[in-house]
């Protein structure tokens, strides 16, 4: 059956085996139609963080589609690997891939750095300009942030994600920690990035289904309902009880 393959399949298959599931050569995909999914061979702590990762997708109420066979062509990517695509005439007939990566934990120990967890990903810079022109977008300018969401306590994770989706949804910019720091850090992240507002999420506020809102400036900080911050961020943000100093 490895006869039958395609050259560059055959040599794939001494360097990097997973690379024959990406053959774009009709009989490579033929023979490999039916190769067992890596999905049902995933470790525990794989596992974990593989529904993990879909829980904060649904979270956040991203679409994507699970496909056993994507590979990406570099060796040290781990956990998950993606594929960010879309579907437009000025590229072509068919779905078309913008940007693709993965997270490659344990790299940069191995260069000599320390052991910390990593994402990234490559744009086709002319496919996205190509896509941008034939949506007449533009290009914002970057503006001072607005809101920084910080959380600490297991199960917030998920909370303030949807909440940096709520923010956005209405305009605003929000940024969050991804580094897992301390409450501590995450506020000097929101000083260095000149947030003008915070909210706070800890395992309190969780189980209260409520949140700290904190005006940067003036220091003026009053707690809302998730629920009514979902739904009405800018009435706090615009509210002079909260906005202006006493």
Known sequence: MIFLLSADSQTRLEKNPLR?????????QAIVADAPSILDYLTESAQAHWDKVQTYLEAMGIDYEVDANVVRGLDYYNHTIF??????????????????????NGLVEEFGGPEMPGV??????????????????????????D??????????????????????????SAERDYQDRKLKGQFKSADRLGARFMITIGERELAEQSANLKNMTT???????????????????????????D
């Open 83 to 104: 594929e960010v695509m879309t579907q437009s005439e000025a590229l072509g007939h068919g779905w078309t891939t913008i940007t693709g990566g993965g997270r490659y």
């Open 120 to 145: 990234g990903f490559g744009i086709g810079l002319e496919r996205l300009m190509l896509l941008l022109e034939s949506e007449g977008a533009t290009l914002p300018e970057q503006a001072p942030l």
């Open 219 to 245: 220091g003026k900080e009053i707690t809302v309902k998730l629920a009514e911050l979902y739904t009405g961020l800018p009435e706090f943000i615009e509210d002079e009880e909260v906005t202006e100093e």
């Open 147 to 172: 809101v920084y969401v910080a959380n600490t306590g297991d199960g917030t994770d998920v909370v303030a994600m949807q909440m940096v989706q709520a923010v956005r949804s209405f305009g605003y």
């Open 20 to 28: 024959v599931l990406d053959s774009k050569d009709a009989k490579d």
